[in-house]
């Protein structure tokens, strides 16, 4: 069975700091991995989505990696801004598109 | 973007009637879409997969006989809950795959139940 873990479960960095937020899952026969973004009572926002076959994706101040074979994703979020706080999850599909997510980052940029 | 629009957006009821909650895709068509819960400062558990055109499959531990879906068109799911009680208190998030946008899955806003 599928377990996604995320790694700090909570996060608070003063502004302009580089971050790296951590996911690992135990079964490395994944499809794809997805990073959300999810802010308080809202729904998620894709950020990043890299194929099993990619190792890295970058958007804006967002870079996630990722290894497979060890079962590992990291997200780096450049020069934060108080606008990046909120709820980070990742989550890993193994081909059949149900998701597992991880337990989640909740990342305060302070001003 | 590949926008999913969720509806209502919150909602409060007494124990014992029923809620709809309405998953829409709005500018493409999902042949699958999924229905999550939310716990508070918990992560999403996937409550069941919906087929366009047949039945939906539900996860372990989840009572299709409770939360009934139906995924009339390629548009459109909806996620009744039935003879509500507190415990089902919860956020729901759907969320459908385009497979026109690499398979990216765009979520709903939310719909967060309070069974009084």
């Known amino acids: 069975k599928q377990e996604v873990t995320q790694i700090p479960a909570a996060l608070s960095v003063p502004e302009g700091e580089n971050l790296v937020l951590n996911c690992s899952f135990t079964?490395?026969?994944?499809?794809?991995l997805q990073w959300f973004r999810q802010d308080p009572g809202k729904g998620l926002t894709s950020l990043l989505l890299?194929?099993?076959?990619?190792r890295e994706q970058t958007s804006g101040r967002l870079n996630a990696s990722l290894d497979k074979s060890s079962g590992r994703s990291t997200l780096y979020i450049a020069a934060s801004q108080p606008g990046d706080s909120a709820t980070y999850l990742c989550?890993?599909?193994?081909?059949?598109?149900?998701?597992?997510f991880g337990t989640g980052t909740r990342l305060k940029v302070l001003a | 973007g590949a926008v999913v629009s969720q509806h209502p957006s919150w909602v409060i009821c007494k124990s014992g009637t029923s809620v709809k909650i309405e998953c829409r895709s709005l500018?493409?068509?999902?042949?699958?879409m999924f229905w999550y819960r939310q716990f508070p400062k918990q992560s999403l558990m996937l409550m069941a997969t919906?087929?366009?055109?047949?039945?939906?499959?539900?996860e372990q531990g989840v009572e299709k006989d409770k939360f009934l879906i139906n995924h009339a068109s390629l548009t459109l799911s909806t996620l009744t809950v039935t003879s509500a009680h507190p415990e089902d208190s919860s956020f729901y998030i759907c969320?459908?795959?385009?497979?026109?946008?690499?398979?990216?899955?765009?979520f709903g806003s939310g719909t967060q139940l309070s069974v009084l």
């Open positions: 890299i194929q099993s076959s990619q």
């Open positions: 500018d493409f068509q999902a042949t699958t």
């Open positions: 919906s087929n366009e055109g047949s039945k939906a499959t539900y």
């Open positions: 079964d490395s026969a994944i499809y794809n």
């Open positions: 969320s459908a795959r385009d497979q026109g946008r690499f398979e990216k899955l765009f």
């Open positions: 989550a890993v599909t193994s081909g059949t598109y149900k998701y597992i």
